[in-house]
């Protein structure tokens, strides 16, 4: 419980998502214009009834928390280079799970699930690999994602307690 905690104030803290530096997962800063990038996809997505309709579940905002973020951010990566990242990449279309891991429904929530959608959502043309700037860039908007669907869940958190606590000093 004590590490949950202390990953869950590092994804908190971290107001900038994990990027790809030299192949290792590290946590750092992101150019001003990425951080547009990302504000303004998550925005854009935001509109969408069907892209808006991803949250975590519990068990998986529970396994982010566990992980923390750099070793989601690496799944990120790697399952954008393994699941997408090649000229055909194989099931394209079908080749993201809907659930069980946070990164796979992160994944169809930033539109980053299939290159149908990377190509309708964020322009990337079919029929060519994805380069490492682009597996980057979208690992950080995934972890934006994840970061703010644990923002949302400790803010609901916070709500039931301070529920619980008013509904507490009126009984006494």
Not at 61 to 88: C, M, N, Q, W
Not at 100 to 127: D, K, S, Y
Not at 144 to 172: F, M
Request: proline share 5%.
């Amino acid at each position: 419980m004590k590490m949950m905690k202390k990953n869950r104030e590092k994804i908190e803290q971290a107001d900038q998502p994990s990027l790809d530096v030299g192949g290792d997962p590290v946590v750092q800063p992101l150019d001003e214009q990425t951080a547009e990038w990302i504000s303004e996809t998550l925005n854009r997505l935001s509109h969408s009834h069907f892209r808006s309709s991803f949250h975590l579940s519990r068990h998986d905002l529970e396994y982010a928390l566990e992980k923390g973020p750099e070793t989601i951010a690496f799944h990120a990566r790697d399952f954008l280079r393994r699941r997408l990242g090649s000229v055909h990449p194989l099931k394209d279309g079908r080749q993201t799970p809907w659930r069980g891991h946070p990164v796979f429904t992160a994944q169809h929530a930033t539109a980053t699930c299939c290159r149908g959608c990377m190509n309708r959502w964020h322009h990337i043309p079919l029929g060519r690999p994805l380069s490492d700037e682009e597996i980057n860039r979208f690992s950080a908007l995934i972890m934006a994602w994840i970061a703010r669907e644990v923002e949302i869940a400790q803010a609901d958190v916070d709500n039931t307690n301070n529920v619980d606590s008013a509904n507490n000093d009126e009984k006494q």
